[in-house]
């Protein structure tokens, strides 16, 4: 069954460097979302992404994060200065439509910001 | 907003127990439910769904039934198996056009010993 994959599953990085997240989502999937958890949280929506633009982002989503679908198979969050709040798990997922159709969610990378 | 409010965890029950996980939500306008399962080491998987009230979704012996009049989405198996042991959240999504974010609860933690 196809999967989305997300590269690397575990990051560390510091405070106030960049870092970017990979996701390869399903194929013949249209659009792609970003959530993330921290410890012991909820998970939280940041942002999905389709026909190469933003279709919704929440208010984490600031100035600091941006999306990316380089080519025809990644799809990247960026974090321009990390703070070590933005330690968590994030998840990508993708979905064929925007109905109800079923997201599928990679397996998460960890980031830890020290 | 909308939110999802589960049964705390962590749960921890013997093989062939009966389980019930607990879960309401506050939605404006009607909301699509479902169960995602987090197993060890895994990302988030759909375990059902239910679209309109009084739907039952159900898979691999597990059921949840949308009640709008307690507005509530509990997760039942009738016997529960080691290999059942995860992390499970409860979520919805509102049926306005383009709120296609999910939103979670806070997961709850089930352990099956044997």
């Known amino acids: 069954e196809p999967e989305v994959t997300q590269t690397p599953s575990h990051q560390v990085t510091q405070m106030g460097q960049e870092v970017i997240l990979r996701c390869v989502p399903i194929s013949n999937h249209l659009y792609f979302y970003w959530y993330r958890q921290i410890l012991g949280q909820k998970v939280e929506f940041l942002v999905s992404f389709y026909n190469n633009e933003i279709s919704e982002k929440s208010e984490i989503f600031d100035d600091q994060f941006s999306v990316e679908r380089p080519d025809g198979s990644n799809f990247t969050l960026k974090i321009r200065s990390t703070k070590l709040e933005d330690s968590a798990m994030y998840f990508c997922a993708s979905s064929v439509r925007r109905d109800n159709s079923p997201l599928h969610f990679g397996n998460g990378t960890r980031l830890t910001v020290t | 907003g909308d939110s999802v409010t589960q049964m705390e965890g962590p749960v921890t029950l013997s093989e062939e127990a009966f389980l019930t996980i607990n879960c309401t939500y506050t939605?404006?306008?009607?909301?699509?439910l479902f169960w995602y399962v987090q197993y060890p080491g895994e990302g988030l998987q759909l375990l059902l769904k239910?679209?309109?009230?009084?739907d039952k979704g159900s898979n691999k012996g597990f059921e949840a039934t949308y009640r709008k009049e307690t507005t509530s989405f509990h997760l039942e198996k009738g016997s529960v198996q080691v290999s059942d042991s995860a992390v499970y959240f409860c979520a919805l999504r509102t049926g306005i056009e383009g709120a296609q974010k999910l939103v979670f609860g806070q997961g709850t933690r089930l352990t099956i010993n044997p």
């Open positions: 239910a679209t309109k009230a009084d």
């Open positions: 939605a404006t306008g009607y909301p699509s």
